[in-house]
């Protein structure tokens, strides 16, 4: 019997049986596992976050995944070419007949590795030009405020501290994060990000320097200054930027992108500020050579005077030649007077010598004439002006007459139309309120129908009565009447004063009384007589 022919008998398998078989064999025999290998297949994270590539090395290669939640944790990303140590759990994938490993932690496959991944990353980013000394700043002789962004509990901050208290005091804002492990590369990007969103006026002073700094370490530990993200918000950077990550040896892509590199923390405080001692020594210095400075050249301008003083002549030889002048002019100036005074004289002379009265009379006959040229030509003006007037208001006139006669009876046809809608008007009000009334008065009608349906008056209409006490309560019971008590029966015709018979007791069958209450009393059933006996 063959091997074929002794499986006959064994029961089959459906395709969902054997893979879920063959995933708990693998998941149970291997569970999690430690791969080294090189990505390959890398485009990016999935549209749904997920990540999916292949880890292969010379001869083989197995299928790898990222979910998105293990994918956001992750210190590095997966990128093309990168050799990795993955950590995660071996497993298999029914819908493709395939084996997988679910990667839940990944790492660069030692120093080389990291090394590779720098430089990669360095070119990728000094193609785009993040590096160029050109869009570097100047840092600030003596800045005012100095922002800090390193971890608040480490040795950094403190050394940054006492040198710049030992140079020279600055204002120093601190913005605490992490300089290793996870997150701490968006913690430190988003503290450069948010000194530079500060506003220049505010109740937060904004810096004008920043200092970015951490202790040395390996390149594991400072690889959170590596990263792309932090590379980006230090080019970004609108206030300068110090680098002082590590020690003197360390080189991160951070020094690239920032406007200064030091060599530690210690070397970006004395970048960052003068000492104070020197600048007073040199203020001294040129306190001292401005002094000598203004003395030299006071001596050069009054050495300049004397000698000028020297050169001038006296002041009697200066205005000797003016003095001479002015006795000439004053000499001349009597026979002046009097040639001027003629000169003026005979002017007037001929001047008085043209007034005559027959001259005056000529001028005053030439005006009057002139007078009465223009009252005439004004007296024509005016009639001509006023026929002219009179005939442009007898055309107003008429035409006054025309729009008045046409108004009128646009007027008359307004009010015809107006009648003719307010008397429609009034025949829908009349018809509507003859409707409402017809309305209201049905109404009314069947709430008195309503009323006398609920009253207590057709009760007692029935032959009911209403008794009450002396203070008016509406009484329910016999056993609510005291011996001798003044009662009021209500009848449907009237109402009847009574008093309550205090020998005889109330009987077993009696009526209950009507209420006076809107609610209508209903009558108790008649008693049947003692010697009837019952057909039940």
Known sequence: MTAIEALKNAPAFTVSELSSALKRTVEDAYGHVRVRGEISGFRGPHSSGHCYFALKDETA??????????HARMRFKPQEGLEVIATGKLTTYPGSSKYQIVIEAIEPAGIGALMALMEERKRKLGAEGLFDEARKQLLPWLPEVIGVVTSPTGAVIRDILHRLQDRFPRRVLVWPVRVQGEGSAEQIASAIRGFNALPQVGRVPRPDLLIVARGGGSL??????NEEIVVRAAAESMIPLISAVGHETDITLIDFAADKRAPTPTAAAEMAVPVRSELFIEVDGLARRRLLCWQRAHEARRNELRAAARALPAAGELLAIPRQRLDSVTASLPRALKANTHAHFRRFAAASARLTVRVLRGQLTQARHRLIVAG????????????????RFAGLSI???ASKLSNAQAQRQNIARDRER????AERARRALLTATQRLQARVANNGQLLGALSYRAVLARGFALVRDERGHAIHTAAGVGPSSRLDLEFSDG??????????????????VVSSEPKAAVPKRAVKPAGQGSLF
């Open 495 to 512: 109402r009847v004063a009574a008093t309550s018979d205090a020998n005889r007791p109330p009987a077993k069958g009696a009526t209950k």
């Open 399 to 401: 035409r006054l007459k």
């Open 61 to 70: 290669k197995i299928e790898a995944v990222i979910w998105k939640t293990a």
């Open 220 to 225: 594991e530990d400072l690889w959170s200054f």
């Open 376 to 391: 005439e030509r004004m007296t024509h003006s005016g009639r001509a002006l006023l026929a002219k007037r009179w005939d």
């Open 422 to 425: 307010v008397m429609r008007l």
